[in-house]
């Protein structure tokens, strides 16, 4: 069982940055594929960014292309989500999602587990 915990959400001026973190446990952290979604309030949970078991390969929606970036370190088991010129419409809850085997990144349901979620507010 891998157990995931998401850090440093909050809240935020428009144009402002947050990194967030995602710590994992209970399995080798560079046999897991990482992802992060995010759900507002309404709607459907949404893809954000994706990153492979290496760090080599990454992927990022187009709405948060150019302002976000994610990276690992195998070594710490963690991975982080730096996100630069925030907007409102990034406010959401942030997830952290993991999968051991290989799987359209882009799909929620293709994780295996899934962080509690952290609140990142960005105000206008």
């Known amino acids: 069982q891998v157990q995931l915990v998401e850090s440093g959400g909050g809240l935020v001026q428009a144009g402002g940055s947050l990194r967030l973190s995602c710590a994992a446990s209970?399995?080798?952290?560079?046999?897991?594929?990482m992802g992060w979604f995010r759900q507002a309030p309404g709607k459907e949970r949404e893809f954000v960014a994706a990153i492979s078991w290496s760090g080599i390969s990454t992927y990022y929606a187009d709405s948060v292309k150019g302002r976000f970036t994610l990276s690992r370190d195998n070594a710490k088991s963690t991975v982080y989500l730096q996100m630069n010129s925030l907007k409102p419409e990034d406010t959401a809850v942030y997830y952290c999602?993991?999968?051991?085997?290989?799987?359209?990144?882009?799909?929620?349901?293709?994780?295996?587990?899934w962080g509690q979620g952290t609140q990142v507010t960005v105000s206008s």
């Open positions: 209970g399995r080798t952290f560079s046999n897991l594929f």
């Open positions: 999602a993991a999968s051991g085997r290989y799987l359209d990144h882009l799909k929620a349901e293709e994780y295996d587990y």
